[in-house]
């Protein structure tokens, strides 16, 4: 198989990282080394990825659900393998419950346009968090102008983190809908998500987690967490871009209606009305990501090879390492709780954002970037949370599989320099 490791192997990050192309054997080609360090954003891409896509363009490729030819039917198996292989890495019963989408938020909107948007009536209450990115914060909004649901947002305390008795008050309110972030893309935060879950339960609300960084983190397992509705792309765990998941599980998957209409989603259509066709393909309307699909599936068998549990622990490794370093600058703020170990905060990992005094982060990043060393700079899509924790901005660097300890010495010995030049 293109994409298995050799599983007696013990994790090592440079093995990993000489399979990704872009990152490996740069000299060899004449260019200057990167340290890649804005894996939140999108994730680059290992060559069995690559080569799973080539394969599918060099000998596969067809249309889905369409042709009766071999070639078309060839496809159609390969496409509806991923969704099999995506049930399986996120711990779902059925691969019905798995809906391609072109990612996280086009999922979410499809929850709020196809779902909320009929279950909730005005005046009922979504509570959401501070901690969302915008892609779990304005369709949301969007929808509270449009159909008069109220928004109740959860605030984060000082240490960016929820309090527990808090949540709970909100839920004295009987909301019908609660959307949280499974990990901050700023803080790497991972909030109590299944005790969240099981008291919104309770509440007599559903649940929506955006799984868009926490996929990439940790193992996953739907069903344990109980979630109604789960959000993820696949550019953010090793695959393209322009293919992402709704995860939808069986008591919500029936009320949830088609947003798009077209080819496919339907079984029979006359000039005054159309029949819907099964699910999960009724809200796939028209030619999917087929190829980006094959490089998904591609992509997990990657994460599964490697093992999702020993991805968690080295991304623990390298996230305290980093903080470690960063610690020891003074003038720079960490965003959020900077103790992993404190009960009461929840743990954090894979992402950590700061503000140096005087120094804009645009700033930062380009003086980085100057040295070859990719981080971003800004509100990172979260401008809530940054609002929370006081600050319109922040440096952010966040890891994948392929991130050593010598890429932090670097990025540390970058940052002192930086600091030295622009402070
Ligand atoms: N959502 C991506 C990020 O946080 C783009 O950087």
């Known amino acids: 198989m293109l994409c298995r490791q050799d599983p007696a ?13 872009l990152l490996a054997n740069r000299e060899l080609r004449g260019e200057p080394p990167i340290v890649y360090l804005d894996s939140a954003s999108t994730t680059q891409k290992p060559q069995c990825v690559i080569r799973a896509i080539e394969k599918y363009l060099v ?11 071999a ?7 390969q496409y509806e393998h991923a969704r099999e292989v995506v049930a399986r890495f996120i711990g779902a019963t059925h691969s019905r419950n798995i809906v391609f989408t072109h990612g996280t938020t ?59 008795d808090i949540y709970a008050r909100l839920l004295e309110q009987n909301p019908k ?33 955006d799984a868009a960084q926490l996929v990439a983190h940790k193992p996953l397992d739907v069903r344990d ?28 998957l029936d009320d949830l209606e088609p947003v798009f209409g077209g080819g496919v989603m339907v079984s029979q259509v006359t000039t005054t009305s ?5 699910i999960p393909t009724r809200f796939e309307a028209g030619t999917p990501a087929i190829v980006e699909a094959i490089g998904l599936n591609a992509a997990l068998e990657f994460l599964e090879s490697i093992g999702m549990a020993a ?87 966040s890891f994948g599989v392929y991130t050593t300890q010598a890429d932090l010495d670097v990025f540390a010995d970058v940052l002192a320099q930086i600091i030295a030049l622009l402070t």
């Open 9 to 21: 192997r013990v994790y090592d990050p440079q093995i990993i990282k000489a399979q990704f192309p």
């Open 59 to 69: 000998a596969s490729n067809a249309n889905i659900n369409r042709g009766v030819y």
């Open 71 to 77: 070639l078309s039917e060839s496809s159609t198996e």
């Open 106 to 164: 086009e999922s979410i909107n499809m929850v709020a346009l196809g779902w909320a948007r009929n279950m909730l009536k005005a005046g009922d209450t979504i509570i959401v968090t501070e901690v969302e990115h915008h892609a779990n914060i304005v369709p949301w909004q969007m929808l509270a102008k449009n159909k008069g649901v109220r928004l109740t947002f959860l605030p984060v305390d000082e240490a960016g983190s929820f309090d527990k």
């Open 177 to 209: 809908l609660v959307c949280v972030s499974g990990m901050s893309n700023v803080t790497g935060y991972l909030p109590p998500c299944k005790q969240m879950v099981e008291w919104a339960q309770r509440a007599g609300a559903r649940t929506l987690i």
């Open 225 to 252: 967490l109980g979630v109604d509705f789960l959000a993820f792309s696949g550019h953010k765990l090793y695959g393209p871009t322009g293919i992402g998941v709704l995860y939808a599980n069986d008591s919500v």
């Open 274 to 278: 159309s029949i819907l066709a099964g």
């Open 311 to 397: 991805i968690e622990q080295q991304g623990l490794v390298l996230y305290r390492y980093a903080l470690e370093k960063l610690l020891q600058f003074p003038n720079l703020t960490i965003l959020g709780n900077t103790d992993s170990t404190d009960e009461r905060v929840g743990k954090r990992t894979g992402i950590i954002s700061f503000a140096i005094n005087g120094i804009h982060p645009h700033d930062v990043a380009q003086a980085f970037d100057d040295r070859n060393i990719c981080m971003r700079g800004g509100h990172h899509c979260a401008m809530p949370l940054h609002h929370a924790l006081h600050t319109p901005g922040s440096s952010r660097i």
